[in-house]
Structure formats: structure tokens, C-alpha cells
């Protein structure tokens, strides 16, 4: 019986930063990209990643929440996926992040610029 596929969801809102597809397959995974929340929030439920892949984009605007990503990061505790999660972030934006963090400790917090070694050991589980 051949293992069951890994799947990786990529949400690229803003972009601006290497495209990082061949370094996700290079490690098995299924790779699944979408540029809006709310489809990556439809993604969650369809496909159960083993791994999402998130930007921090901090917005000022929202009174309850930092940025659109708690949204995410909700509906993963919801429906009670073991997904890891891998986020990057603007090092402007520490203090906002820190506080989402705070609430999400399992996250994996990558700052811009984003060290491909780094995200390599990551996706293998192996991040200090």
C-alpha cells in the first residue's frame, strides 16, 4: 500500500519573497497555493494539510484581531488538524506577531528574510 500524499497549503497574500513550490515538493509534499484567506480557509477543510505555509500581514484596521491569519489559525483548531504551521513575518511587525504567537505557541515563526535551510528543517519537523 503506497503512503498517502502529503499535502501543503501555501497562502500567498502579498508575495514579495521567493517562491518556495520546489523546495515544498523536493520534500514530498503536495503542494496546494492560494492567494485569499477565505479560500484558504475552504482549502483546510477539503484537503487537511499537513503543513501551512502563512504571511503575518498585520492590519491596523481590525478591532478584534491582528490580521486575517487568527481567522486561519481558528478554523484549524475547529476542525482539529495536527497541521503545522509556518509563518512568515515582517521583523516591523514583531511586537503585533508576538501577540499572536502568544496565543498560538506552536506556531513556526520565520522572519523575512525568509533562510530556505531554515524552512527546509522546519517542514521536517526539525526547527530549533
Do not use: C, W
Not at 517562491?19 to 480557509?41: C, I, P, S, W
Not at 486575517?68 to 484549524?76: K, R, V
Not at 513575518?89 to 513556526?108: C, G, M, N, S
Amino acid at each position: 500500500m503506497a503512503d498517502a500524499a502529503k499535502h501543503l497549503l501555501s497562502i500567498i497574500e502579498l508575495g514579495g519573497y521567493p517562491d518556495f513550490t520546489g523546495l515544498y515538493q523536493r520534500l514530498g509534499y503536495q503542494v496546494e497555493k492560494v492567494h485569499q484567506m477565505r479560500k484558504a480557509m475552504s482549502q483546510l477543510k477539503k484537503i487537511r494539510p499537513d503543513v501551512v505555509v502563512a504571511e503575518f500581514n498585520f492590519q491596523s484596521d481590525f478591532r478584534d484581531r491582528t490580521s486575517s491569519l487568527e481567522s486561519m489559525l481558528a478554523t484549524i483548531q475547529f476542525l482539529k488538524l495536527t497541521s503545522r504551521v509556518v509563518v512568515f513575518f515582517e521583523k516591523e511587525y514583531t511586537t503585533q506577531f508576538e501577540r499572536l504567537h502568544a496565543t498560538y505557541p506552536d506556531l513556526i515563526a520565520m522572519p523575512f528574510p525568509i533562510d530556505e535551510a531554515a524552512l527546509e528543517l522546519a517542514l521536517q519537523g526539525k526547527q530549533s
